[in-house]
């Protein structure tokens, strides 16, 4: 069993910064890939940015390219979601997601741990 827990989201302008957290725990967490997803109301879940197990690879969203960055600490049990020059559009609930396997994926079907979603508000 995996437990997750996301924190860090709140409301912010147009152009702000955030910064998520997720910690895991139950399971040896730097042998697994983490992703980060995000869904906002009447719309599916989507892909925001994946990292791999040690952290050497990451993947992204074209959405969101350039502007957020994906990073883990297995010390801690933590992977973080920086996110710069915050637009509108980027108003969801970000999820955090556990793959039983090594390698980054954009695949949501392929993450069987999830938290409880952390409330990211972008004004404009």
């Known amino acids: 069993q995996v437990q997750l827990v996301e924190s860090g989201g709140g409301l912010v302008q147009a152009g702000g910064s955030l910064r998520l957290s997720c910690v895991a725990s139950?399971?040896?967490?730097?042998?697994?890939?983490m992703g980060w997803f995000r869904q906002a109301p009447g719309k599916e879940r989507e892909f925001v940015a994946a990292?791999?197990?040690?952290?050497?690879?990451?993947a992204y969203a074209d959405s969101v390219k350039g502007r957020f960055t994906i990073s883990r600490d297995n010390a801690k049990n933590t992977v973080y979601l920086q996110m710069n020059s915050l637009k509108p559009e980027d108003t969801a609930v970000y999820y955090c997601?556990?793959?039983?396997?090594?390698?980054?994926?954009?695949?949501?079907?392929?993450?069987?741990?999830w938290g409880q979603g952390t409330q990211v508000t972008v004004s404009s």
């Open positions: 997601g556990s793959r039983p396997y090594t390698a980054a994926s954009e695949r949501s079907y392929e993450y069987n741990y």
């Open positions: 139950g399971r040896t967490f730097s042998s697994y890939a």
């Open positions: 990292i791999s197990y040690s952290g050497f690879n990451t």
